[in-house]
């Protein structure tokens, strides 16, 4: 329980303002500085554990976990070893961990890409055929962070899109582990783990050594290191994304209970000092009430010091005409997480352009979406939903175009392919198509 109520200092912005639109990029500007030096110093680090494999990867583990590993076999976790930390778990844990996944399960199922062919009138047939990756990677944090939902999210759409092997990498400083989290691993069908982190574990991954194998695709959240590496071993592999700090934005009509709309704001805020949390609302009366909630419930937040700097460092309440703005507003921020707490929130939906996950109602806060609603929590950030989507089992099958050509119609490609060769200039592809004609 925090000792003290800080008091919170969200900006306020107001839509009628001059320079409304100049004050909403402000608040949106999120790009990082490149950090030229620690590119350097990952850099480094991925081609050192390229060139030396296990001998670097035991090195970078002692000297940043503060580990004692004298050899590479240490750092695995057997199956016996994560299925004793599952049945070390108190049975309403489980019994929570088991009912999310089965939710996760049953949304992932729908997902599923399909094969599909058909015949053009020629009697050619082209299609797609759905094939799964071989073997992932899931980076997820350690220390003292415990995101047993994280391993959930990101395990389970692979297994239902029938990748192969999933291979677990997880820090294990002063080689202290969280059972939660191997809990969930064994639960999720994990195949192996690995107690490496950082820069150092997605060189492993994306390379392999001779203890960790090489992966086709990273996924899961990490810190700037973690990110760095992810974006240099990019095109060796495929990664999700490099996440951003969490974010919500509630629209709200004012009439929610504004103690609900408070503790929606918080659970976004009480991530990081970095997050985002945003009230959108026509009536600025609101506004002070939900302020004043805020005020009153941050006191009983152990994390209370963090979403006051991040309310403060980021955090606003944007004073809108009506909810027809509001979502224009919303649009424009392209949020992780969007709620609609409102009445009839299905109506505005159409409305709804850019949002990682869009929340209905005044019963949906963005938490249960954390855990277990169903649909994943990996979600774009940093207005990146304007084009890219959430994690999901698509991110773990690739698609093979299919092309079967009969008699008749290759002879009807033929000239077709042939002329646009010829245009191009590319003589044995234009010979290539003709001999088939």
Same mark, same amino acid.
């Given at each position: 329980?925090?000792?003290?109520?800080?008091?919170?200092?969200?900006?306020?912005?107001?839509?009628?303002?001059? #320079?409304?639109?100049?004050?909403?990029?402000?608040?949106?500007?999120?790009?990082?500085?490149?950090?030229?030096?620690?590119?350097?110093?990952?850099?480094?680090?991925?081609? #050192?554990?390229?060139?030396?494999?296990?001998?670097?990867?035991?090195?970078?583990?002692?000297?940043? #976990?503060?580990?004692?590993?004298?050899?590479?076999?240490?750092?695995?976790?057997?199956?016996?070893?994560?299925?004793?930390?599952?049945?070390?778990? %108190?049975?309403?844990?489980?019994?929570?961990?088991?009912?999310?996944?089965?939710?996760?399960?049953?949304?992932?199922?729908?997902?599923?890409?399909?094969?599909?062919?058909?015949?053009?009138?020629?009697?050619?047939?082209?299609?797609?055929?759905?094939?799964?990756?071989?073997?992932?990677?899931?980076?997820?944090?350690?220390?003292?962070?415990?995101?047993?939902?994280?391993?959930?999210?990101?395990?389970?759409?692979?297994?239902?899109?029938?990748?192969?092997?999933?291979?677990?990498?997880?820090?294990?400083?002063?080689?202290?582990?969280? %059972?939660?989290?191997?809990?969930?691993?064994?639960?999720?069908?994990?195949?192996?783990?690995?107690?490496?982190?950082?820069?150092?574990?997605?060189?492993?991954?994306?390379?392999?050594?001779?203890?960790? %194998?090489?992966?086709?695709?990273?996924?899961?959240?990490?810190?700037?290191?973690?990110?760095?590496?992810?974006?240099?071993?990019?095109?060796?592999?495929?990664?999700?994304?490099?996440?951003?700090?969490?974010?919500?934005?509630?629209?709200?009509?004012?009439?929610?209970?504004?103690?609900?709309?408070?503790?929606?704001?918080?659970?976004?805020?009480?991530?990081?000092?970095?997050?985002?949390?945003?009230?959108?609302?026509?009536?600025?009366?609101?506004?002070?009430?939900?302020?004043?909630?805020?005020?009153?419930?941050?006191?009983?937040?152990?994390?209370?010091?963090?979403?006051?700097?991040?309310?403060?460092?980021?955090?606003?309440?944007?004073?809108?005409?009506?909810?027809?703005?509001?979502?224009?507003?919303?649009?424009?921020?392209?949020?992780?997480?969007?709620?609609?707490?409102?009445?009839?929130?299905?109506?505005?939906?159409?409305?709804?352009?850019?949002?990682?996950?869009?929340?209905?109602?005044?019963?949906?806060?963005?938490?249960?979406?954390?855990?277990?609603?169903?649909?994943?929590?990996?979600?774009?950030?940093?207005?990146?939903?304007?084009?890219?989507?959430?994690?999901?089992?698509?991110?773990?099958?690739?698609?093979?175009?299919?092309?079967?050509?009969?008699?008749?119609?290759?002879?009807?490609?033929?000239?077709?392919?042939?002329?646009?060769?010829?245009?191009?200039?590319?003589?044995?592809?234009?010979?290539?198509?003709?001999?088939?004609?």
């Amino acid at each position: 329980m925090a000792s003290a109520s800080p008091k919170l200092a969200p900006q306020r912005l107001d839509s009628r303002a001059a #320079d409304f639109d100049a004050q909403l990029e402000r608040l949106l500007d999120r790009a990082p500085e490149a950090d030229a030096e620690l590119n350097v110093r990952v850099a480094a680090i991925i081609a #050192d554990v390229r060139a030396r494999g296990d001998a670097a990867l035991i090195e970078y583990t002692n000297r940043f #976990d503060k580990r004692g590993l004298e050899s590479a076999q240490q750092i695995e976790v057997p199956a016996a070893e994560r299925a004793a930390a599952w049945a070390s778990l %108190p049975a309403d844990l489980r019994a929570a961990l088991e009912a999310a996944a089965a939710r996760i399960r049953t949304y992932a199922e729908r997902q599923k890409l399909a094969d599909w062919e058909f015949a053009d009138a020629h009697g050619n047939r082209l299609g797609q055929r759905v094939t799964a990756m071989d073997r992932v990677g899931l980076y997820v944090p350690g220390g003292k962070a415990a995101y047993p939902s994280s391993v959930l999210m990101n395990a389970i759409p692979a297994k239902v899109a029938g990748v192969a092997e999933i291979i677990m990498v997880v820090p294990a400083p002063n080689g202290e582990l969280n %059972p939660v989290v191997l809990g969930a691993a064994h639960l999720a069908g994990v195949d192996r783990v690995f107690t490496i982190g950082g820069a150092q574990a997605i060189a492993a991954l994306a390379y392999g050594t001779a203890t960790v %194998p090489g992966v086709d695709k990273i996924v899961g959240p990490g810190n700037a290191y973690v990110a760095a590496a992810k974006r240099l071993v990019f095109g060796r592999v495929g990664i999700d994304s490099i996440a951003g700090p969490s974010e919500i934005v509630v629209v709200c009509d004012g009439e929610t209970d504004p103690r609900w709309i408070a503790m929606d704001l918080f659970s976004q805020a009480e991530h990081d000092e970095d997050a985002q949390s945003i009230l959108i609302s026509p009536g600025a009366e609101f506004l002070d009430r939900v302020l004043a909630a805020m005020n009153q419930r941050i006191a009983e937040l152990p994390r209370a010091e963090i979403v006051q700097a991040s309310i403060g460092n980021r955090g606003a309440f944007i004073a809108v005409r009506d909810l027809e703005q509001a979502i224009d507003v919303s649009n424009r921020i392209a949020p992780e997480h969007l709620e609609l707490s409102v009445a009839d929130a299905r109506a505005w939906l159409p409305q709804v352009r850019h949002a990682g996950a869009i929340f209905l109602g005044r019963h949906t806060p963005e938490a249960f979406g954390d855990y277990c609603a169903g649909p994943n929590h990996v979600l774009p950030t940093s207005r990146a939903a304007r084009f890219s989507n959430p994690l999901g089992v698509y991110e773990f099958q690739k698609r093979s175009s299919l092309i079967e050509c009969s008699v008749e119609g290759a002879k009807n490609l033929a000239p077709i392919a042939g002329r646009l060769a010829d245009a191009e200039g590319l003589q044995a592809h234009a010979a290539s198509a003709r001999d088939r004609g």
